[in-house]
């Protein structure tokens, strides 16, 4: 009779614990599943930020209501980041850039949230502690590291490959390097001698469309008064007058830390090749003839998880100082981008 009754314990439990495993991986598996879902959902939008719904479902070969879930929730989850829009380098839409070193960062922060002129605005650990993006030239009353008008923005397309390959990659590309071979491909521009000559309305559809660029026609043309006609030109040549920057995090936006590094170089369109094998979008833009480039890393890629480490064997050091010793960089810095403010224009 006992051995009878622990027969039938051990054939519920194994039977339970089956079940629970068979749930176990058919979870794994749908999480697998819209993950790449989601990855798929960024190069659409990467190519057609603006791309109706039904068209997402059918090159996801599912539905309507589905294919907007799943966007709905790579965006809530942070997956990926509404396509966005940043003004090129003209003369009249020109920012101009201070990375300082100040007393008192919390003070100075609280400073920019009523300066009109300041749209962007973070504390950081690094090479300086503040980092202002401005309309105008403002008066600081700091040390200023660097400054200057700001380039275009170039953002790199992240390629579906992992943290592993993204190093192997990089790192081949630094070995193999022959300045002999250096073509300049010109992925950051300035306009800084041309006018872009928005009118009053173009400039609200640039407000409206900002952090947003799959937002509705229809309520932006109510709202502001402009034609349909006009926004949808104005649509069509964004490409033009604005970056177009849609990012993608494949382990969700918190796993990440940003990471923004200065170089002085002679192959500026090289680093940002290299650094743009990385799995994550990368940044890059110009200040004061220095090349910047803002990452998403995780932190042991670049610090070191004990205090006792040799930093050549950390990933992205190790790399930097393969590239000072090619002579492929003259200079580097960085820092960790910590709380920052973005206001609209």
Known sequence: MFRADMAKFFKGSSECYSRELQEVKEMTARLKQQRREYRTIYE??????????????SLLHIDSDTASRRLKEALEEGY?????????????????????????PVKLFSQCLQDDDVIYHSTMIGFANFWIISKEKIDIGADVVIEGYRSDYYMSFAPNHSWRTAFQLMHGKVRNFDPKNYAPQRYIGKHWN?????????????????????????????KNLISWRKIDVWLRNLSKSCTIMTAYYPEKISAYNPYLYVFETDYEDFVIDVFSELPTNTL?????NKLFTLAHTRREFQRGVNSQIDIRKL???????????????????????????????
Request: hydrophobic share 35%.
């Open 44 to 57: 659409i939008i990467h190519k057609n930020p603006r791309i109706f719904i039904k068209d997402i479902a």
């Open 194 to 222: 041309e006018t872009l000559g928005w009118d009053s309305e173009e400039k609200k559809l640039f407000e409206a469309f900002k952090y947003d660029l799959r937002k509705a026609i229809t309520p932006v043309m109510k």
């Open 80 to 104: 990926i980041s509404k396509p966005q829009i940043r003004k090129r380098s003209y003369f009249d839409t020109k920012e101009y850039v201070y990375f300082l070193n100040c007393k008192n």
């Open 284 to 288: 890059f833009f110009h200040v004061s």
């Open 315 to 345: 990933r992205i050091p190790g790399l930097l100082e393969d590239m000072l010793d090619k002579k492929i960089i003259e200079s580097k810095n960085s820092a960790l981008v910590e709380s920052y403010w973005k206001k609209d224009p």
